[in-house]
């Protein structure tokens, strides 16, 4: 592919007067378990930033949705394709050779870093930005298409990349204005027939199943209603009426409307397929009926017809179940939502017309429209379309709130944190649309697979209607009868239509239990899993600490301690930091030269003094630690807090004790890890003391403490060599180094952060330790209903192979056998979507 040019790089951001080409301070890092947040990061590639979002444009490698899915769209309204996720995570940022920010946001440090601390603030500086060069090619229906796109396209100067969505039909082209028109000829020279849509709309298309033949568009219900009485007309008029040639020439017409009726858009596609050198389904149905008609069995040609065309409507309507599964989300938020006016008064408002920051309200029984913060009021939020909670979760002033929830009782009144096209639920929607996008193992190799099979029984229908009649002495009529049925069989529909709709339902009924798998790769390669390392805080326990005691080093500075330790504590968003901010009374000061000592704390200068607020680790490296001091932090540590301390260039001024309380489902969570044969180990950077208790009450017997980033990193390897497969589960951006470092990585809390949502490879939507579990048994059962449907499709082949050839299978038990085994295909995949109580 085409490269694109240094110059290009440093210019990708239009609208900006400069565009710096210098290394750029990525978003502050914090590490949860150690009291820490790291200091910026300098990414080697080039970084830019738009004058505004909506001027950023397309760039190779901006974004990422996950560490091992490069996306290449800057400022789209997704998590799959979010500007930060380039400039916060690594294992994204890793693969992205040029990095490119939608918008700067000031951290409190002054530095532009491109990750936005807060869910609200992230999503208000991303605003619809409509995806270019998006087009809908009807006659691109899988992957043969795909590579023949390729091979126009790629070699053209000036394309940045190809982004295909086979379901959809549709094709994003990010290039030059010259290289893209340059690419519409190529494609239009290909044989195909590009036609430009909007960005929303290409998620909408008609769904299309990669077997080479369409879902979409058909005949009606009422041309097949008639195409099939009239082939049963023509069967009975070859059985019953008078052998003369006006009865036969009246049932040939009668057979040949049909088939018009039935096959119009098969042969019209078929033909395609032939002039491009394509052996697709409509290609060998168009040649096997028309070589039926001419040798005289033009009843049995009708029927074949008729009955494709019935059992691909059904097809289709049983695979749209799948494509669309996750669709029906869509409805579950209101197009509309009452608004609060300047002068006070409540307006009913369309939902895309509100802006940010809007105050609205929702009334009991109602759905929420849009994402918000609330306000006023307290009230239940029943959240399952979002993070498949079960149980309604209270919902009170400063909480979130999420479009396509129901407020179950009081009223709510909150402010508006993103546009309803950038709403938590509208980018679940997009990125498992992404993910269906995207094939998974199984589904390439079937195809790979299907590429051979179809030309080679091809080859073999051409022997079998040639060879025998010469060498066999068979009559020419039956061998090529014979061929035409194997041309019938030759059609790989079942096989290659079974992985894609099983994937697509796995895809979904896992999103409709709030787990964002961002492929069917991670969907496939969840069940293989040995070991999974779980972080601390966050994860295990709650992640909301509390300050549950405080120790001056002299009673007389106690007030000037814990001003001085709530002061660096405010420059931090460590939970550990936060609660001690939280705990502690009175104002702040202001905090000069403010750094981040990672996996230790952090340090700053209050009133003309250096100081640290730090973990036990730091203070020991300070050479500021005495038995006394050691005494009493152990005794601290052996009930299970996290200890933090303030001191000076001299002595520790004080010692803040925070206690954070297991999550009620992590017991359990653990246990139900520990029986699908996982090993569950604690991956902490706090101290081993704390870490070990919290492991006994978890039921984990493997816990490792006083962890910094790279620590984990190297644990990760470390497992992956002694158990196999290996994820890591954290909260997204403080476990990046281990997130990508592990096979998958799990990120907790979605629904609350945009960055969990992008550096992750799945995402739990709530904090449910136990939808891991969850999501590795998804895993088994997709892979199971994989193997059954492959079984099936090959067996039923392999079955009227041997008939065909030695036997006395005609053509249209050819068609029911290829039907049929398609759609029992997709009635097996489909199973997935149904609710499994485990």
């Not at 400039?87 to 994204?92: D, E, F, Q, T, W």
């Not at 489902?665 to 704390?690: C, E, F, H, Y």
């Not at 006994?696 to 644990?715: N, T």
């Not at 136990?770 to 449907?789: C, D, F, K, W, Y």
């Amino acid at each position: 592919m085409a490269k694109l040019p240094d110059d290009d790089r440093q210019s990708c951001c239009a609208g900006t007067s400069t565009c710096s080409t210098a290394p750029t301070r990525q978003a502050p890092v914090t590490d949860l378990d150690t009291q820490a947040v790291g200091p910026a990061v300098e990414p080697k590639a080039s970084s830019c930033c738009a004058a505004t979002p909506a001027k950023a444009v397309v760039g190779t490698g901006c974004a990422a949705s996950s560490a091992k899915q490069a996306v290449d769209t800057c400022g789209a309204p997704s998590p799959a394709a979010k500007a930060e996720s380039a400039c916060c995570a690594p294992k994204a940022s890793a693969k992205a050779e040029d990095t490119c920010c939608a918008s700067a946001v000031t951290d409190t440090m002054g530095d532009s870093c491109c990750a936005p601390p807060s869910f609200s603030a992230a999503k208000d500086a991303q605003p619809e930005v409509v995806a270019p060069n998006t087009f809908r090619i009807s006659t691109m229906d899988c992957a043969v298409e795909e590579s023949e796109i390729r091979r126009a396209v790629e070699p053209i100067d000036g394309i940045r990349g190809l982004h295909f969505r086979l379901a959809q039909r549709n094709l994003r082209i990010d290039g030059t204005d010259a290289a893209v028109e340059a690419a519409l000829v190529a494609i239009r020279k290909a044989g195909f027939a590009p036609e430009p849509v909007a960005a929303r709309a290409a998620t909408a298309a008609g769904a299309t199943d990669d077997h080479g033949h369409d879902h979409a568009e058909g005949p009606s219900y009422v041309r097949l209603a008639a195409a099939l009485g009239l082939a049963i007309v023509a069967e009975g008029m070859a059985y019953f009426a008078p052998d003369t040639m006006v009865w036969k020439g009246l049932g040939m017409a009668v057979a040949a409307v049909a088939i018009w009726l039935a096959g119009i858009e098969t042969y019209t596609k078929g033909l395609i397929a032939l002039r491009r050198g394509k052996l697709n389904i409509n290609a060998l149905m168009s040649v096997a009926v028309t070589g039926a008609f001419l040798i005289g069995q033009w009843p049995e040609a009708a029927m074949v017809m008729a009955l494709y065309a019935i059992a691909e409507l059904i097809e289709a309507r049983a695979v749209d179940r799948a494509r669309n599964a996750i669709k029906g989300l869509v409805d579950l938020a209101p197009d509309e939502a009452d608004i609060q006016q300047a002068d006070g008064r409540w307006q009913r408002m369309k939902a895309t017309d509100i802006a940010l920051n809007a105050i609205a309200r929702v009334k009991p029984g109602e759905r929420v429209a849009l994402d918000g913060r609330v306000t006023k009021g307290n009230s239940s939020i029943d959240q399952s379309p979002v993070t498949g909670e079960s149980i309604p979760v209270d919902k009170e002033p400063g909480d979130l709130v999420f479009a396509g929830t129901i407020n179950q009782n009081g009223e709510l009144e909150f402010q508006v944190t993103a546009a309803a096209s950038n709403s938590t639920l509208a980018r679940i929607i997009h990125a498992v649309e992404e993910a269906q996008g995207t094939r998974a193992p199984t589904q390439r190799f079937v195809d790979r697979f299907a590429a051979i099979y179809t030309p080679a029984v091809f080859a073999l229908a051409l022997a079998v209607a040639v060879l025998p009649p010469l060498l066999l002495d068979w009559a020419w009529m039956t061998a090529i009868y014979k061929a035409l049925v194997l041309l019938v069989i030759a059609c790989p529909c079942a096989l290659v239509i079974s992985t894609p709709v099983t994937v697509v339902s796995g895809l979904a009924a896992a999103a409709r239990r709030g787990i964002l798998i961002k492929g069917g790769t991670y969907l496939e390669e969840a069940r293989h899993l040995k070991a999974i390392a779980l972080d601390k805080t966050g994860t295990l326990t709650e992640g909301k600490p509390k300050l549950v005691a405080f120790t001056p080093s002299s009673p007389s500075s106690e007030a000037q301690t814990k001003r001085w330790a709530k002061s660096l504590a405010s420059r931090s968003d460590h939970p550990v930091s936060q609660s001690i901010m939280a705990g502690l009374d009175g104002a702040v000061a202001d905090v000069d030269a403010f750094q981040a000592l990672l996996g230790r704390g952090v340090e700053g200068v209050i009133e003309g003094k250096r100081m640290v607020l730090g973990n036990h680790r730091l203070i020991k490296e300070r050479k500021q630690s005495d038995a006394r001091l050691e005494a009493e932090l152990a005794g601290h540590e052996a009930q299970g807090r996290t200890v933090t301390l303030l001191a000076d260039e001299d002595s520790v001024l004080g010692i803040f004790a925070v206690a954070d309380t297991i999550k009620a489902s992590s017991i359990d969570a653990v246990k139900r890890l520990q029986k699908l044969g996982v090993v569950p180990v604690m991956l902490t950077g706090d101290n081993v003391a704390t870490a070990q208790a919290v492991g006994r009450e978890a039921g984990i017997a493997e816990v490792r403490g006083g962890l910094l980033p790279e620590d984990k990193l190297a644990a990760i390897k470390e497992l992956r060599e002694r158990h196999g497969a290996t994820a890591m589960t954290g909260d997204g951006i403080n476990d990046a180094p281990a997130l990508a470092q592990a096979d998958i990585g799990f990120a907790m809390g979605g629904a609350g952060t945009d960055t969990a949502m992008e550096a992750a490879d799945v995402v739990i939507m709530n904090d449910d330790l136990g939808r891991i579990a969850e999501t590795i048994r998804l895993s088994r059962r997709t892979h199971s209903v994989l193997m059954q449907n492959i079984t099936l499709a090959l067996g039923i082949k392999a079955v009227f192979f041997v008939l065909a050839v030695f036997g006395s299978a005609t053509m249209w038990m050819a068609v029911f056998a290829d039907m049929g085994a398609s759609l029992l295909v997709v009635g097996n995949g489909l199973r997935l979507l149904r609710k499994h109580e485990d």
